[in-house]
T-cell receptor, first 114, second 114 residues
């Protein structure tokens, strides 16, 4: 029972480089989310998806793009990385949009942009 | 608009002492409330959730939280701290509104002294 799996776990990028973070869930959840975690700021929502083929902007979407081509996968892309995007990124999934079931989180991707 | 405030970015207790982590929220409608725990280098795990069924909610690892509408609070408690409870704890609030809204607090790091 893997739950939510994120790859890679660590990455160092140079400013201007691009990369894609992969999130995969095996719980048949409809809803998936990408958050970033920065010290003292809690978790901030970047983008989310309410089902296969759908995406929507969250609180801090600038500089990121996402795709949900398959129900079990949710990809987060950085087209031109900036030092301000140094953070820990978490993917999560849930049954319901209203979140009354709570989220299942991945173990995170630690990204450093130099 | 909903919001959540966690009082104290750091809390230190002795092993065996009471744990009290404070969370206050604001919401225009009856909220769903959650506590998550994050151990070092891991993702967030759901500790417990309030979804209007009962005001005193019991979670995993001996934690519980009480929903107090009059105080707009959802404080997390544990009667006796264990060394393994050292982690960061996040309170979160969600509304069953017309769109997706879940807000996480900034987190409280719990230290447990031997």
């Amino acid at each position: 029972n893997a739950g939510v799996t994120q790859t890679p776990k660590f990455r160092v990028l140079k400013t201007g480089q691009s990369m894609t973070l992969l999130c995969a869930q095996d719980m048949n959840h409809e809803y998936m989310y990408w958050y970033r975690q920065d010290p003292g700021m809690g978790l901030r929502l970047i983008h989310y998806s309410v089902g296969e083929g759908t995406t929507a902007k969250g609180e801090v979407p600038d500089g990121y793009n996402v795709s949900r081509l398959k129900k079990q996968n949710f990809l987060l892309g950085l087209e031109s990385a900036a030092p301000s995007q140094t953070s820990v990124y978490f993917c999560a999934s849930s049954y319901g949009l209203t979140d009354n079931y709570g989220y299942t989180f991945g173990s995170g991707t630690r990204l450093t942009v130099v | 608009a909903q919001s959540v405030t966690q009082l104290g970015s750091h809390v230190s207790v002795s092993e065996g002492a009471l744990v009290l982590l404070r969370c206050n929220y604001s919401s225009s409608v009856p909220p769903y409330l959650f506590w998550y725990v994050q151990y070092p280098n891991q993702g967030l795990q759901l500790l417990l959730k309030y979804t209007s069924a009962a005001t005193l909610v019991k979670g995993i690892n001996g934690f519980e939280a009480e929903f107090k509408k009059s105080e707009t609070s959802f404080h997390l408690t544990k009667p006796s701290a264990h060394m393994s409870d050292a982690a960061e704890y996040f309170c979160a609030v969600s509304e069953e509104a017309g769109g997706f809204k879940t807000i996480f607090g900034a987190g409280t790091r719990l230290f447990v002294k031997a």
